[in-house]
DNA sequence: TCAAGTTATCGACTGGTAGACGAAAACCAA
DNA sequence: TTGGTTTTCGTCTACCAGTCGATAACTTGA
Protein backbone atom coordinates (compact mmCIF):
# COMPACT_ATOMS: atom_id res chain seq x y z
CA UNK A 1 0.00 0.00 0.00
CA UNK A 2 0.90 3.53 -0.55
CA UNK A 3 2.65 5.53 2.81
CA UNK A 4 -0.37 7.71 4.13
CA UNK A 5 1.99 9.97 6.82
CA UNK A 6 4.24 11.84 4.77
CA UNK A 7 7.59 12.21 6.33
CA UNK A 8 8.26 15.42 4.64
CA UNK A 9 6.36 18.42 4.13
CA UNK A 10 3.74 17.86 1.06
CA UNK A 11 5.84 19.60 -2.52
CA UNK A 12 5.83 23.19 -2.20
CA UNK A 13 3.88 24.56 -5.62
CA UNK A 14 4.97 27.96 -8.12
CA UNK A 15 3.46 29.31 -11.02
CA UNK A 16 5.86 29.96 -14.25
CA UNK A 17 5.15 32.49 -16.89
CA UNK A 18 6.07 32.74 -20.42
CA UNK A 19 5.34 36.42 -21.40
CA UNK A 20 6.41 36.32 -24.95
CA UNK A 21 5.71 39.86 -27.01
CA UNK A 22 7.34 40.80 -30.87
CA UNK A 23 9.42 43.67 -30.60
CA UNK A 24 11.73 45.00 -33.50
CA UNK A 25 10.88 41.93 -35.59
CA UNK A 26 12.14 39.53 -32.71
CA UNK A 27 10.00 37.00 -30.21
CA UNK A 28 11.05 37.99 -26.82
CA UNK A 29 10.47 36.46 -23.74
CA UNK A 30 10.71 38.19 -19.86
CA UNK A 31 12.76 37.10 -18.00
CA UNK A 32 14.21 38.80 -14.53
CA UNK A 33 17.77 37.94 -12.55
CA UNK A 34 17.52 36.18 -9.36
CA UNK A 35 18.57 37.96 -6.35
CA UNK A 36 19.35 35.06 -4.46
CA UNK A 37 20.57 31.35 -4.53
CA UNK A 38 20.26 29.01 -6.02
CA UNK A 39 21.27 29.91 -9.21
CA UNK A 40 21.75 33.86 -7.92
CA UNK A 41 22.02 36.38 -10.98
CA UNK A 42 20.59 33.79 -13.54
CA UNK A 43 17.78 34.13 -15.61
CA UNK A 44 14.43 32.97 -14.72
CA UNK A 45 10.72 33.43 -15.62
CA UNK A 46 8.53 35.07 -13.66
CA UNK A 47 6.41 34.24 -11.29
CA UNK A 48 6.08 32.51 -7.63
CA UNK A 49 5.16 30.65 -5.31
CA UNK A 50 1.49 29.62 -4.67
CA UNK A 51 -0.17 30.49 -1.54
CA UNK A 52 -3.12 29.05 0.15
CA UNK A 53 -6.50 29.69 -1.23
CA UNK A 54 -5.09 31.16 -4.75
CA UNK A 55 -5.78 29.43 -7.70
CA UNK A 56 -2.63 29.19 -10.29
CA UNK A 57 -3.47 31.47 -12.55
CA UNK A 58 -4.62 34.21 -9.84
CA UNK A 59 -1.01 33.19 -8.13
CA UNK A 60 0.37 33.91 -11.37
CA UNK A 61 -1.09 37.27 -12.43
CA UNK A 62 -0.52 38.52 -8.39
CA UNK A 63 3.20 37.46 -8.86
CA UNK A 64 3.55 38.97 -12.36
CA UNK A 65 1.76 42.28 -11.44
CA UNK A 66 5.61 43.19 -9.76
CA UNK A 67 7.15 42.74 -13.33
CA UNK A 68 4.72 43.93 -15.90
CA UNK A 69 1.12 45.61 -15.54
CA UNK A 70 -1.34 42.45 -16.30
CA UNK A 71 -3.54 44.76 -17.57
CA UNK A 72 -1.51 44.26 -20.50
CA UNK A 73 -1.77 40.11 -20.90
CA UNK A 74 -3.83 39.61 -23.96
CA UNK A 75 -3.89 36.00 -23.29
CA UNK A 76 -2.90 33.58 -20.67
CA UNK A 77 -2.88 29.82 -20.84
CA UNK A 78 -1.71 26.99 -18.88
CA UNK A 79 1.37 25.12 -21.01
CA UNK A 80 2.70 22.12 -18.36
CA UNK A 81 3.56 21.07 -14.91
CA UNK A 82 6.84 19.78 -14.01
CA UNK A 83 7.50 17.46 -11.47
CA UNK A 84 10.94 16.00 -11.57
CA UNK A 85 12.53 15.84 -8.25
CA UNK A 86 15.41 17.56 -8.95
CA UNK A 87 14.58 20.25 -11.23
CA UNK A 88 15.41 22.54 -7.81
CA UNK A 89 18.44 21.79 -6.57
CA UNK A 90 17.64 22.30 -3.19
CA UNK A 91 13.65 21.69 -2.22
CA UNK A 92 10.63 19.87 -3.54
CA UNK A 93 9.31 22.51 -5.69
CA UNK A 94 6.53 21.53 -8.23
CA UNK A 95 5.84 24.44 -11.03
CA UNK A 96 3.22 25.26 -13.63
CA UNK A 97 4.15 27.03 -15.96
CA UNK A 98 1.71 29.33 -17.86
CA UNK A 99 2.23 31.33 -21.28
CA UNK A 100 1.30 34.84 -21.50
CA UNK A 101 1.09 37.03 -24.38
CA UNK A 102 1.53 40.57 -24.88
CA UNK A 103 0.36 43.05 -27.52
CA UNK A 104 2.68 44.97 -29.87
CA UNK A 105 1.51 48.37 -29.37
CA UNK A 106 1.69 48.37 -25.62
CA UNK A 107 5.29 48.65 -23.89
CA UNK A 108 4.63 48.13 -20.18
CA UNK A 109 7.86 49.43 -18.36
CA UNK A 110 9.56 46.99 -16.45
CA UNK A 111 12.02 46.86 -13.26
CA UNK A 112 15.43 47.60 -13.48
CA UNK A 113 16.00 43.11 -12.18
CA UNK A 114 13.57 42.49 -15.73
CA UNK A 115 14.27 42.22 -18.99
CA UNK A 116 12.94 41.22 -22.42
CA UNK A 117 15.70 38.87 -24.04
CA UNK A 118 15.34 36.76 -27.21
CA UNK A 119 13.74 33.41 -27.64
CA UNK A 120 15.87 32.26 -30.56
CA UNK A 121 18.58 33.18 -28.57
CA UNK A 122 18.22 32.57 -24.76
CA UNK A 123 20.88 33.32 -22.20
CA UNK A 124 22.01 31.12 -19.66
CA UNK A 125 19.29 30.35 -17.22
CA UNK A 126 18.01 28.47 -14.00
CA UNK A 127 16.30 25.80 -13.08
CA UNK A 128 14.43 24.24 -16.69
CA UNK A 129 13.04 27.62 -17.15
CA UNK A 130 14.62 27.10 -20.89
CA UNK A 131 12.89 23.94 -21.50
CA UNK A 132 9.59 26.00 -20.30
CA UNK A 133 10.83 29.17 -22.32
CA UNK A 134 10.62 27.21 -25.45
CA UNK A 135 7.95 25.30 -24.85
CA UNK A 136 6.25 28.29 -24.43
CA UNK A 137 7.39 29.02 -27.98
CA UNK A 138 6.67 26.00 -29.47
CA UNK A 139 3.06 26.10 -28.31
CA UNK A 140 2.75 29.89 -29.75
CA UNK A 141 3.83 28.62 -32.93
CA UNK A 142 1.27 25.92 -33.14
CA UNK A 143 -1.31 27.94 -32.29
CA UNK A 144 -0.84 30.90 -34.79
CA UNK A 145 -1.56 28.15 -37.64
CA UNK A 146 -5.36 27.23 -36.79
CA UNK A 147 -6.35 29.53 -34.00
CA UNK A 148 -6.92 33.03 -33.90
CA UNK A 149 -4.33 33.55 -31.09
CA UNK A 150 -2.41 36.00 -32.86
CA UNK A 151 -4.93 38.76 -31.83
CA UNK A 152 -3.17 38.50 -28.55
CA UNK A 153 -0.19 39.64 -30.32
CA UNK A 154 -1.48 42.56 -32.48
CA UNK A 155 -2.25 45.44 -31.79
CA UNK A 156 -6.06 46.52 -32.28
CA UNK A 157 -5.57 47.63 -35.82
CA UNK A 158 -3.08 46.75 -38.02
CA UNK A 159 -2.29 46.78 -41.89
CA UNK A 160 -1.38 43.35 -43.15
CA UNK A 161 2.20 44.10 -43.59
CA UNK A 162 2.25 44.89 -40.12
CA UNK A 163 0.75 41.65 -39.36
CA UNK A 164 3.06 39.52 -41.37
CA UNK A 165 6.13 40.93 -39.85
CA UNK A 166 4.64 39.53 -36.70
CA UNK A 167 3.84 36.13 -37.79
CA UNK A 168 7.39 35.49 -39.54
CA UNK A 169 8.74 36.64 -35.99
CA UNK A 170 6.96 34.36 -33.83
CA UNK A 171 7.00 31.42 -36.32
CA UNK A 172 10.68 31.99 -37.40
CA UNK A 173 9.98 32.10 -41.34
CA UNK A 174 8.40 34.02 -43.60
CA UNK A 175 4.65 34.18 -44.62
CA UNK A 176 3.18 35.20 -47.75
CA UNK A 177 1.23 38.49 -47.60
CA UNK A 178 -1.16 37.21 -50.08
CA UNK A 179 -1.84 33.75 -48.30
CA UNK A 180 -1.93 35.63 -44.52
CA UNK A 181 -4.87 38.26 -45.49
CA UNK A 182 -6.75 35.40 -47.07
CA UNK A 183 -6.29 32.07 -45.17
CA UNK A 184 -6.96 34.89 -42.14
CA UNK A 185 -10.27 36.70 -43.99
CA UNK A 186 -11.48 33.56 -45.11
CA UNK A 187 -11.59 31.87 -41.50
CA UNK A 188 -13.46 35.22 -40.65
CA UNK A 189 -11.11 35.95 -38.22
CA UNK A 190 -9.94 39.17 -39.62
CA UNK A 191 -11.84 41.87 -41.09
CA UNK A 192 -11.50 45.12 -42.79
CA UNK A 193 -11.70 48.46 -40.56
CA UNK A 194 -12.32 50.41 -43.78
CA UNK A 195 -9.85 52.36 -43.10
CA UNK A 196 -6.15 52.94 -44.77
CA UNK A 197 -2.57 53.89 -43.34
CA UNK A 198 -0.69 56.52 -45.29
CA UNK A 199 2.44 54.89 -46.87
CA UNK A 200 6.14 56.16 -46.04
CA UNK A 201 8.15 58.32 -47.05
CA UNK A 202 9.68 56.30 -49.96
CA UNK A 203 6.00 55.94 -51.27
CA UNK A 204 3.51 52.96 -52.09
CA UNK A 205 -0.06 52.39 -51.89
CA UNK A 206 -1.67 53.26 -48.86
CA UNK A 207 -2.38 49.47 -46.94
CA UNK A 208 -5.78 49.27 -45.64
CA UNK A 209 -5.98 48.32 -41.95
CA UNK A 210 -7.41 45.45 -40.48
CA UNK A 211 -8.75 44.23 -36.99
CA UNK A 212 -9.19 40.58 -35.47
CA UNK A 213 -12.82 39.98 -35.41
CA UNK A 214 -14.26 39.73 -31.82
CA UNK A 215 -15.00 35.88 -32.04
CA UNK A 216 -14.42 34.42 -28.98
CA UNK A 217 -10.88 32.04 -28.88
CA UNK A 218 -12.34 29.01 -27.40
CA UNK A 219 -14.80 28.75 -30.46
CA UNK A 220 -11.74 28.85 -32.98
CA UNK A 221 -9.40 26.41 -30.96
CA UNK A 222 -9.88 23.56 -32.55
CA UNK A 223 -9.68 21.91 -35.74
CA UNK A 224 -10.62 18.98 -37.60
CA UNK A 225 -8.89 17.15 -40.54
CA UNK A 226 -11.30 14.06 -40.34
CA UNK A 227 -14.38 16.56 -40.55
CA UNK A 228 -17.81 15.13 -39.77
CA UNK A 229 -20.02 14.42 -42.76
CA UNK A 230 -22.30 17.12 -43.86
CA UNK A 231 -21.39 20.25 -41.74
CA UNK A 232 -20.35 22.37 -44.95
CA UNK B 1 5.32 41.94 -0.47
CA UNK B 2 3.97 38.28 -0.67
CA UNK B 3 4.28 36.60 3.05
CA UNK B 4 6.81 34.19 2.92
CA UNK B 5 5.86 32.08 5.75
CA UNK B 6 2.76 29.98 5.11
CA UNK B 7 0.16 29.87 8.27
CA UNK B 8 -1.33 26.68 6.71
CA UNK B 9 0.92 23.37 5.44
CA UNK B 10 1.19 23.57 1.54
CA UNK B 11 -1.79 22.21 -0.80
CA UNK B 12 -1.06 18.75 -1.14
CA UNK B 13 -0.82 17.30 -4.82
CA UNK B 14 -2.61 14.48 -6.42
CA UNK B 15 -2.26 12.84 -10.28
CA UNK B 16 -5.36 12.03 -11.83
CA UNK B 17 -5.67 9.47 -14.92
CA UNK B 18 -8.61 9.65 -17.54
CA UNK B 19 -7.87 6.28 -19.41
CA UNK B 20 -9.53 5.61 -22.59
CA UNK B 21 -10.23 3.03 -24.66
CA UNK B 22 -13.12 1.55 -26.87
CA UNK B 23 -15.01 -1.23 -26.57
CA UNK B 24 -18.36 -2.55 -28.59
CA UNK B 25 -18.35 0.47 -30.33
CA UNK B 26 -18.28 2.94 -27.26
CA UNK B 27 -15.04 5.24 -25.77
CA UNK B 28 -15.17 4.48 -22.20
CA UNK B 29 -13.37 5.35 -19.05
CA UNK B 30 -12.32 3.71 -16.20
CA UNK B 31 -13.51 4.49 -13.25
CA UNK B 32 -13.82 3.57 -9.21
CA UNK B 33 -16.07 3.63 -6.61
CA UNK B 34 -14.87 5.81 -3.67
CA UNK B 35 -14.68 3.90 -0.85
CA UNK B 36 -14.48 6.98 1.71
CA UNK B 37 -16.13 10.26 2.65
CA UNK B 38 -16.01 12.91 0.78
CA UNK B 39 -18.39 11.78 -2.32
CA UNK B 40 -18.66 8.01 -0.52
CA UNK B 41 -20.14 5.80 -3.51
CA UNK B 42 -19.40 8.12 -6.13
CA UNK B 43 -17.60 7.48 -9.26
CA UNK B 44 -14.33 9.10 -9.36
CA UNK B 45 -11.67 9.05 -11.66
CA UNK B 46 -8.21 7.21 -10.42
CA UNK B 47 -5.07 8.17 -9.11
CA UNK B 48 -4.06 9.44 -5.56
CA UNK B 49 -1.53 11.50 -3.81
CA UNK B 50 1.81 12.63 -4.76
CA UNK B 51 4.35 11.18 -2.68
CA UNK B 52 7.89 13.15 -2.13
CA UNK B 53 10.75 11.96 -4.44
CA UNK B 54 8.00 11.20 -7.34
CA UNK B 55 7.79 12.81 -10.81
CA UNK B 56 3.67 12.98 -11.34
CA UNK B 57 3.72 9.99 -14.20
CA UNK B 58 5.39 8.05 -11.72
CA UNK B 59 3.02 8.67 -8.98
CA UNK B 60 0.28 8.31 -11.69
CA UNK B 61 1.74 4.84 -12.47
CA UNK B 62 1.95 3.65 -9.41
CA UNK B 63 -1.63 4.67 -8.23
CA UNK B 64 -3.01 2.51 -11.49
CA UNK B 65 -1.00 -0.45 -10.81
CA UNK B 66 -3.72 -0.68 -8.74
CA UNK B 67 -6.28 -0.55 -11.11
CA UNK B 68 -4.93 -1.80 -14.32
CA UNK B 69 -2.06 -3.54 -15.52
CA UNK B 70 -0.32 -0.72 -16.18
CA UNK B 71 1.90 -2.30 -18.97
CA UNK B 72 -1.61 -2.18 -21.05
CA UNK B 73 -1.46 1.62 -21.26
CA UNK B 74 -0.27 2.32 -24.83
CA UNK B 75 -0.01 6.06 -24.26
CA UNK B 76 -0.07 8.41 -21.31
CA UNK B 77 0.10 12.50 -21.72
CA UNK B 78 -0.44 15.14 -19.46
CA UNK B 79 -3.43 17.16 -19.74
CA UNK B 80 -3.92 19.90 -17.12
CA UNK B 81 -3.40 20.91 -13.64
CA UNK B 82 -6.25 22.10 -11.74
CA UNK B 83 -6.24 24.63 -8.76
CA UNK B 84 -9.07 25.55 -7.73
CA UNK B 85 -9.39 25.85 -3.68
CA UNK B 86 -13.17 24.58 -3.46
CA UNK B 87 -12.98 21.60 -6.05
CA UNK B 88 -12.28 19.67 -2.78
CA UNK B 89 -14.91 20.58 0.09
CA UNK B 90 -12.58 19.72 3.09
CA UNK B 91 -8.96 20.36 2.16
CA UNK B 92 -6.56 22.01 -0.23
CA UNK B 93 -5.65 19.93 -3.36
CA UNK B 94 -4.04 20.29 -6.50
CA UNK B 95 -4.73 17.84 -9.11
CA UNK B 96 -2.44 16.91 -12.20
CA UNK B 97 -4.78 15.11 -15.13
CA UNK B 98 -3.31 12.49 -17.56
CA UNK B 99 -4.64 11.17 -20.40
CA UNK B 100 -3.82 7.46 -21.13
CA UNK B 101 -5.06 4.90 -23.87
CA UNK B 102 -5.93 1.18 -23.59
CA UNK B 103 -5.31 -0.73 -27.30
CA UNK B 104 -8.92 -2.22 -28.17
CA UNK B 105 -7.38 -5.98 -28.12
CA UNK B 106 -6.08 -6.19 -24.12
CA UNK B 107 -8.86 -6.29 -21.68
CA UNK B 108 -7.18 -5.71 -18.52
CA UNK B 109 -8.96 -7.30 -16.13
CA UNK B 110 -10.36 -4.46 -13.34
CA UNK B 111 -10.62 -4.78 -9.16
CA UNK B 112 -14.34 -5.18 -8.25
CA UNK B 113 -14.38 -1.25 -7.31
CA UNK B 114 -13.57 0.06 -10.96
CA UNK B 115 -15.71 -0.28 -13.83
CA UNK B 116 -15.59 1.24 -17.38
CA UNK B 117 -18.43 3.59 -18.16
CA UNK B 118 -19.33 5.27 -21.17
CA UNK B 119 -17.79 8.53 -21.47
CA UNK B 120 -20.44 9.91 -23.60
CA UNK B 121 -23.10 9.20 -20.78
CA UNK B 122 -20.87 9.68 -17.54
CA UNK B 123 -22.70 8.79 -14.42
CA UNK B 124 -22.65 11.10 -11.33
CA UNK B 125 -19.12 11.83 -10.09
CA UNK B 126 -17.22 13.19 -7.28
CA UNK B 127 -15.06 16.65 -7.43
CA UNK B 128 -14.67 18.04 -11.15
CA UNK B 129 -13.77 14.81 -12.64
CA UNK B 130 -16.54 15.23 -14.61
CA UNK B 131 -15.06 18.16 -16.32
CA UNK B 132 -11.49 16.22 -16.16
CA UNK B 133 -12.87 13.12 -18.03
CA UNK B 134 -14.34 15.18 -20.92
CA UNK B 135 -11.47 17.47 -21.34
CA UNK B 136 -9.80 13.58 -22.12
CA UNK B 137 -12.27 13.03 -24.35
CA UNK B 138 -11.66 16.41 -26.38
CA UNK B 139 -7.84 15.90 -26.34
CA UNK B 140 -8.16 12.62 -27.73
CA UNK B 141 -10.73 13.65 -30.54
CA UNK B 142 -8.47 17.04 -31.72
CA UNK B 143 -5.29 14.62 -31.75
CA UNK B 144 -6.71 11.91 -33.76
CA UNK B 145 -7.02 14.37 -36.56
CA UNK B 146 -3.33 15.27 -37.11
CA UNK B 147 -1.68 12.92 -35.05
CA UNK B 148 -1.07 9.17 -35.20
CA UNK B 149 -2.25 8.67 -31.76
CA UNK B 150 -4.95 6.45 -32.60
CA UNK B 151 -1.89 3.53 -32.75
CA UNK B 152 -2.20 3.92 -28.74
CA UNK B 153 -6.21 2.40 -29.44
CA UNK B 154 -6.13 0.29 -32.11
CA UNK B 155 -4.74 -3.32 -31.83
CA UNK B 156 -1.18 -4.45 -32.98
CA UNK B 157 -2.59 -5.63 -36.68
CA UNK B 158 -6.36 -4.81 -38.13
CA UNK B 159 -8.34 -3.86 -40.96
CA UNK B 160 -9.56 -0.31 -41.95
CA UNK B 161 -12.75 -1.41 -40.91
CA UNK B 162 -12.03 -2.48 -37.61
CA UNK B 163 -9.85 0.92 -37.55
CA UNK B 164 -12.94 2.61 -38.89
CA UNK B 165 -15.17 1.58 -35.84
CA UNK B 166 -12.57 2.57 -33.49
CA UNK B 167 -11.92 6.35 -34.87
CA UNK B 168 -16.19 6.46 -35.27
CA UNK B 169 -16.79 5.83 -31.29
CA UNK B 170 -13.61 8.12 -30.21
CA UNK B 171 -15.20 11.09 -32.27
CA UNK B 172 -18.41 10.63 -31.73
CA UNK B 173 -19.20 10.82 -35.71
CA UNK B 174 -18.87 8.49 -39.00
CA UNK B 175 -15.96 8.59 -41.03
CA UNK B 176 -15.64 7.61 -43.97
CA UNK B 177 -13.59 4.06 -44.83
CA UNK B 178 -11.96 5.27 -48.23
CA UNK B 179 -10.76 8.56 -46.91
CA UNK B 180 -9.65 6.96 -43.44
CA UNK B 181 -7.09 4.65 -45.45
CA UNK B 182 -6.60 7.14 -48.01
CA UNK B 183 -5.42 9.77 -45.74
CA UNK B 184 -4.00 7.89 -42.78
CA UNK B 185 -1.61 6.28 -45.74
CA UNK B 186 -0.85 9.07 -47.66
CA UNK B 187 0.85 10.37 -44.45
CA UNK B 188 2.77 7.39 -44.06
CA UNK B 189 0.91 6.37 -40.68
CA UNK B 190 -0.13 3.40 -41.94
CA UNK B 191 0.76 0.59 -44.07
CA UNK B 192 -0.11 -2.84 -45.18
CA UNK B 193 1.01 -6.24 -43.19
CA UNK B 194 0.08 -8.02 -46.52
CA UNK B 195 -2.38 -10.72 -44.90
CA UNK B 196 -5.87 -10.39 -45.54
CA UNK B 197 -8.28 -11.83 -42.48
CA UNK B 198 -11.44 -14.29 -44.34
CA UNK B 199 -14.83 -12.41 -44.35
CA UNK B 200 -17.58 -13.69 -41.88
CA UNK B 201 -20.43 -15.99 -41.88
CA UNK B 202 -22.16 -13.13 -44.30
CA UNK B 203 -19.06 -13.53 -46.82
CA UNK B 204 -17.71 -10.30 -48.30
CA UNK B 205 -14.10 -9.88 -49.61
CA UNK B 206 -11.33 -10.38 -47.63
CA UNK B 207 -9.96 -7.53 -45.62
CA UNK B 208 -6.10 -6.73 -46.02
CA UNK B 209 -4.49 -6.47 -42.56
CA UNK B 210 -2.72 -3.00 -41.68
CA UNK B 211 -0.52 -1.98 -38.71
CA UNK B 212 0.77 1.64 -37.39
CA UNK B 213 4.20 2.78 -39.05
CA UNK B 214 6.67 2.93 -36.30
CA UNK B 215 6.68 6.42 -36.49
CA UNK B 216 7.83 8.49 -33.50
CA UNK B 217 4.18 9.80 -32.00
CA UNK B 218 6.69 13.20 -31.50
CA UNK B 219 7.08 13.33 -34.81
CA UNK B 220 3.64 13.51 -35.95
CA UNK B 221 2.83 15.80 -33.50
CA UNK B 222 2.49 18.96 -35.54
CA UNK B 223 0.57 20.12 -37.66
CA UNK B 224 0.83 23.92 -39.57
CA UNK B 225 -1.68 25.55 -42.03
CA UNK B 226 0.73 28.17 -42.69
CA UNK B 227 3.46 26.17 -43.43
CA UNK B 228 7.20 27.42 -43.99
CA UNK B 229 7.82 27.96 -48.06
CA UNK B 230 10.29 25.70 -50.15
CA UNK B 231 9.89 22.50 -47.60
CA UNK B 232 7.72 20.42 -49.86
C1' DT C 1 4.03 67.20 -65.28
C1' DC C 2 5.96 62.91 -65.94
C1' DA C 3 8.86 58.95 -65.29
C1' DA C 4 10.73 55.81 -62.09
C1' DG C 5 10.56 53.59 -57.75
C1' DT C 6 7.86 51.60 -53.88
C1' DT C 7 4.39 49.32 -51.51
C1' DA C 8 -0.11 47.16 -51.31
C1' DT C 9 -3.76 44.55 -53.35
C1' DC C 10 -5.86 41.48 -56.39
C1' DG C 11 -6.68 37.81 -59.85
C1' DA C 12 -5.32 33.63 -62.00
C1' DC C 13 -2.93 29.40 -62.15
C1' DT C 14 -1.38 25.17 -59.95
C1' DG C 15 -0.92 21.28 -56.98
C1' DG C 16 -2.45 18.78 -53.32
C1' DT C 17 -5.97 16.84 -50.47
C1' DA C 18 -10.40 15.40 -48.65
C1' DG C 19 -15.38 14.11 -49.21
C1' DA C 20 -18.75 11.65 -52.06
C1' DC C 21 -20.06 8.12 -55.06
C1' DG C 22 -20.22 4.25 -57.72
C1' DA C 23 -17.91 0.39 -59.95
C1' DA C 24 -15.35 -3.64 -59.38
C1' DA C 25 -13.31 -7.36 -56.65
C1' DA C 26 -13.68 -11.29 -53.69
C1' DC C 27 -16.11 -13.89 -50.88
C1' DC C 28 -20.62 -16.69 -48.99
C1' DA C 29 -25.03 -19.11 -49.23
C1' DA C 30 -28.89 -21.00 -51.33
C1' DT D 1 -25.52 -19.86 -61.10
C1' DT D 2 -27.60 -16.05 -58.86
C1' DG D 3 -28.10 -12.81 -55.41
C1' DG D 4 -26.28 -10.74 -51.24
C1' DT D 5 -22.32 -8.91 -48.55
C1' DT D 6 -18.10 -6.69 -47.57
C1' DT D 7 -13.98 -4.61 -49.07
C1' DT D 8 -11.29 -1.99 -52.20
C1' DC D 9 -10.33 1.11 -55.77
C1' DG D 10 -10.89 4.79 -59.20
C1' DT D 11 -12.97 9.04 -60.41
C1' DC D 12 -15.23 13.30 -59.84
C1' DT D 13 -15.59 17.51 -57.43
C1' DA D 14 -14.75 21.19 -54.19
C1' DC D 15 -11.77 23.55 -51.52
C1' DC D 16 -7.68 25.60 -50.08
C1' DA D 17 -2.99 27.16 -49.87
C1' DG D 18 1.36 28.50 -52.37
C1' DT D 19 3.16 31.09 -56.27
C1' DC D 20 3.45 34.54 -59.56
C1' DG D 21 2.52 38.35 -62.08
C1' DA D 22 -0.51 42.32 -63.06
C1' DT D 23 -2.53 46.37 -61.32
C1' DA D 24 -3.47 50.14 -58.05
C1' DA D 25 -2.04 54.01 -55.38
C1' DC D 26 1.23 56.47 -53.59
C1' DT D 27 6.16 58.77 -53.27
C1' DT D 28 10.25 61.38 -54.99
C1' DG D 29 13.02 63.68 -58.21
C1' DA D 30 13.96 65.37 -62.76
Given at each position: MTPKSTTEADAAHEALAVVLRVRDGVLQVLLWER???????AWALPGGRLEPGETLERSLRRHLAAKV??????HLEQLETRSD???HPARRMIATAYLGLVPAHVDPSVPGDTAWQPVDDLPAMAFDHRDIALAGRERLRAKLSYTNIGFALAPPSFTISELRALYRAALGHDVSATNLQRVLLRRRLLEPTGETRPPGRAGGRPAAVFRFAATDLAVTDQFAVLRPPDVR
Amino acid sequence: MTPKSTTEADAAHEALAVVLRVRDGVLQVLLWERARRPFLGAWALPGGRLEPGETLERSLRRHLAAKVDVRDLAHLEQLETRSDPRRHPARRMIATAYLGLVPAHVDPSVPGDTAWQPVDDLPAMAFDHRDIALAGRERLRAKLSYTNIGFALAPPSFTISELRALYRAALGHDVSATNLQRVLLRRRLLEPTGETRPPGRAGGRPAAVFRFAATDLAVTDQFAVLRPPDVR
